[in-house]
């Protein structure tokens, strides 16, 4: 199925351990974008893209690193695991400005402890 | 700079009950508004749109008019039912229109 497509969908980290949060999306699609979900605090931008070799920071960046080598993915780095960083993270794809909406993958859920 | 402000819940009702969840944003031009749906462990779905003024978005029951006079997009339904439960979010492009701002979210409960 198209879509946006987000591994893994668990992990546990430990404080200080680096590790890759990947996502791919089928669209074609040229934006596409990070985004953490914490209790109360709704949906942050992380980190977005605007085509392939083209990112830019969001709200939160500080922690994660981005890169775009390609069109189809857009995998998000964290550098050294805090207890922090402990959330949700959604990838999303757009095919233009977000003036007809994002696509969602169904998210990774982080553990730092 | 652009924001959206949402009633933050949470809502409970009961089941068939008519369903209204505020939502208001501030104007820079006219941009797109969104509503979307989260269902318990899972991703955000996009529940209805509206991409000018006076637009009307609906979907599965919902709707939602776009109304620059009092800058609002307010989520709607007649009557709401079990499967509906879940959080609801309401979105506009952000700076540079490449990312959206989200509201915090509304988590709606519907007894039976």
């Known amino acids: 199925n198209a879509g946006v497509t987000q591994t893994p969908k668990f992990q546990v980290l430990k404080t200080g351990q680096s590790m890759t949060l990947q996502c791919a999306q089928d669209?074609?699609?040229?934006?596409m974008s990070w985004y953490r979900q914490d209790p109360g605090m709704g949906l942050r931008l992380i980190h977005y893209?605007?085509?392939?070799?083209?990112?830019d920071q969001g709200e939160v960046p500080n922690g994660y690193n981005v890169s775009r080598s390609t069109t189809e993915d857009f995998p998000l780095r964290l550098l050294s695991a805090a207890p922090s960083q402990t959330s949700v993270y959604f990838c999303?794809?757009?095919?233009?400005?977000?003036?007809?909406?994002?696509?969602f993958g169904s998210g990774t859920r982080l553990t730092v402890v | 700079g652009d924001s959206v402000t949402q009633m933050e819940g949470p809502v409970t009702l009961s089941e068939e009950a008519f369903l209204t969840i505020n939502c208001t944003y501030t104007?820079?031009?006219?941009?797109?508004l969104f509503w979307y749906v989260q269902y318990p462990g899972e991703g955000l779905q996009l529940l209805l749109k509206?991409?000018?003024?006076?637009d009307k978005g609906s979907n599965k029951g919902f709707e939602a008019t776009y109304r620059k006079e009092t800058t609002s997009f307010h989520l709607e339904k007649g009557s709401v039912q079990v499967s509906d439960s879940a959080v609801y979010f309401c979105?506009?492009?952000?700076?540079?229109?490449?990312?959206?701002?989200f509201g915090k979210g509304t988590k709606l409960s519907v007894i039976p």
């Open positions: 509206a991409t000018k003024a006076d």
């Open positions: 979105a506009r492009p952000g700076a540079g229109s490449y990312q959206l701002t």
């Open positions: 999303a794809s757009s095919y233009s400005t977000g003036r007809y909406g994002y696509t």
């Open positions: 893209s605007v085509g392939a070799g083209i990112t």
């Open positions: 104007a820079t031009g006219y941009p797109s």
């Open positions: 669209m074609n699609h040229e934006y």
